[in-house]
């Protein structure tokens, strides 16, 4: 299993799109029409888990997130694993892909959106705020300074 940064105009991003769009979650239907749309700008980025050349997870680094009041950047967002996948330690290899990109591209720290509690903090994020989301949800936010 290795992640891979998707490019636009590359076969992965297309093979991602379509990955992303027919995936059980509804947020990866908004990620494949930000990709078919071209609103990723400057260092924003997605990444695909693949095994065997298979996608079987994804996660995007993003300047904002799904909240009115967004005053944390960048955001690891949309983290998705398949389900026949999952509990293989395909998230974090995701999430740690994402760190490295974040802060190759300058920052020093990172933020996780999520309502689970305990899963985030085992690659090293830590709780610090709760945000109201556009759904009127809230949403624990997570940092990790890296």
Not at 56 to 80: A, H, Q
Not at 81 to 94: A, F, K, P, Y
Not at 103 to 116: E, H, L, M, T, Y
Not at 118 to 142: A, K, M, W
Request: aromatic letters at 14%; one cysteine or more; proline letters at 3%.
């Amino acid at each position: 299993m290795k992640v891979v940064r998707a490019e636009p105009g590359t076969s992965l991003w297309d093979k991602l799109m379509a990955y992303a769009r027919d995936c059980r979650w509804v947020a990866g239907g908004h990620l494949a029409d930000m990709m078919r749309d071209g609103e990723f700008t400057e260092w924003e980025s997605a990444f695909a888990a693949l095994s065997g050349g298979d996608i079987v997870g994804f996660c995007t680094l993003m300047k904002t997130d799904y909240y009115p009041e967004n005053r944390y950047s960048p955001w690891i967002s949309t983290v998705f694993v398949d389900e026949d996948h999952r509990d293989q330690g395909i998230c974090g290899r995701l999430v740690e892909s994402a760190c490295r990109y974040a802060q190759s591209a300058g920052f020093r720290r990172v933020f996780i959106p999520s309502g689970i509690v305990g899963l985030y903090e085992r690659y090293g994020f830590c709780q610090i705020d709760r945000l109201v989301n556009y759904g009127g949800e809230t949403d624990n936010i997570f940092a990790k300074n890296i």
